[in-house]
């Protein structure tokens, strides 16, 4: 399936300048009307429960179009499906940075599907901005300065994940089960930077394929070998399957998922929701369903929003909490390009943003870049599902940068 939405970022049409018009017809995807900006996500395929993001950007920059665009520019968002798979992803990031010549590319899904564009649009020097994942090799300037991450580091919610398993279980037995790829890894990698020397005798490791059909026989494994503690870097169709079988074998380690798969709808409640009370996450965002937030300005304007923009949009699911805040970030890069939305600028504005607080973002966390700093979130929240919600603890924790 393949799919092209269309919209437009905020701004004036009196800001444009005759020179500005000169230099943006010359710059790919720039003319005087139209900005043109491209992604790839998985619309089909085993991680498609993440469909939900592109639709929110698409609806965010309909309210912008609406709102007269960019310096009087209309934004044209070609969404295209790449199914999750990493040579469907290099034919699809092709057809847009060489035939439908977008500026940039923004939130492109995925680890392993990004990493099949990764050299490919740093050669070609268009911007490959803040990518819908955590992998911390997003951040890494020096030798690929084109791409930038958004959400922080899963090697550094690993760390964070490691530290309180210490604190709470100083000689616990560590079952880790991650996707055998760039993303999984990073969870290795930041409970082996806090472990050092202790992780072999600590940690028993399992993988798995993003193509498996269900990860049974490794959760029994894990148990199996006396694990009480359980670190899950997996996908949200996966999560499902790790919480409803860790609570059907009546194991009860000390559990933590991806904070990129614990949403309510998509993998709670499949999971049920009884059976995943104690599981821990992380989390940066605002969590919806939390009576907390009731009255917040933040997520009140995200939920006039969504009740505007999406209304037949599942309030439960947090991909649109995310896709909100993703989508605001893009658009102060945007503003703060002035006229000039050459690649250059674009990725110059990007990596230039100062401490930025949004509404969809816990309180203490705030995004910011630099030149040298490709991680535009550093900090996190633990938190605990009690059988109806996410309950916070702790304080907001900055992970190192490893």
């Known amino acids: 399936m393949t799919t092209t939405r269309r919209t437009v970022l905020g701004g004036a049409a009196a800001a444009l300048a005759l020179p500005g018009i000169v230099r943006a017809q010359e710059s790919p995807g720039v003319t005087a009307t139209e900005l043109r900006i491209g992604t790839t996500y998985a619309l089909s395929g085993p991680a498609s429960a993440y469909s ?40 699809q990031a092709r057809r847009l940075v060489e035939q439908d010549k977008v500026a940039f590319l923004f939130n492109n899904l995925g680890t392993p599907t990004n990493s099949a564009i990764h050299r490919y649009m740093n050669a070609r ?6 990518l819908a994942t955590g992998a911390d090799k ?19 919610e690993a760390q964070i994940y490691a530290k309180y398993i210490l604190e709470q279980k100083p000689n616990a037995k560590i079952g880790l089960i991650y996707q055998n790829d760039d993303f999984g890894k990073d969870y290795v990698n930041g409970v082996k930077d806090v472990l050092g020397a202790k992780f072999d005798a600590m940690v028993k490791l399992v993988s798995h394929e993003a193509t498996d ?14 694990c009480d503690a359980l670190v899950c870097g997996i996908i949200p169709r996966f999560a499902s399957q790790a919480i409803r079988r860790v609570f059907d074998l009546g194991w009860k380690p000390l559990m933590f998922m991806s904070n990129v798969s614990v949403s309510g709808s998509v993998v709670i409640e499949p999971a049920g929701k009884e059976k995943a009370i104690g599981l821990i996450t992380s989390d940066y965002r605002k969590d919806q369903s939390d009576p907390s937030w009731a009255d917040d300005p933040g997520m009140k304007e995200w939920r006039d929003f969504m009740a505007r923009y999406i209304p037949d949009g599942d309030m439960g699911d947090n991909n649109y909490t995310y896709a909100y805040g993703v989508g605001l970030t893009l658009l102060q890069a945007l503003k703060q390009c002035g006229n000039d939305f050459s690649r250059e600028n674009v990725l110059k504005q990007a990596t230039n943003i100062a401490p930025l ?3 969809t973002l816990l309180p203490g966390v705030k995004v910011s870049t630099s030149p040298t ?6 900090h996190m929240q633990l938190q605990r ?18």
């Open 52 to 91: 939900l993001i592109p639709k929110c950007l698409t609806a965010m920059f309909k309210r912008l179009n609406e709102q007269g665009g960019i310096t009087g520019r209309q934004v044209n968002f070609i969404v295209l499906d790449d199914a999750y798979s990493p040579p469907k992803t290099l034919e």
């Open 125 to 130: 020097k268009v911007p490959h901005l803040f």
């Open 138 to 156: 997003w951040a890494n300037p020096k030798e690929y300065p084109w791409t930038i991450g958004w959400q922080p580091s899963y090697r550094t």
């Open 213 to 226: 059909a269900t990860i049974d026989s490794q959760i029994v494994s894990l148990q199996a070998a006396g």
């Open 357 to 359: 607080e949004l509404p």
């Open 373 to 378: 700093n490709y991680h535009p979130i550093r």
């Open 385 to 402: 599902w009690d059988g109806k919600g996410w309950v916070r603890f702790g304080n907001v924790i900055e992970g190192a940068n490893v």
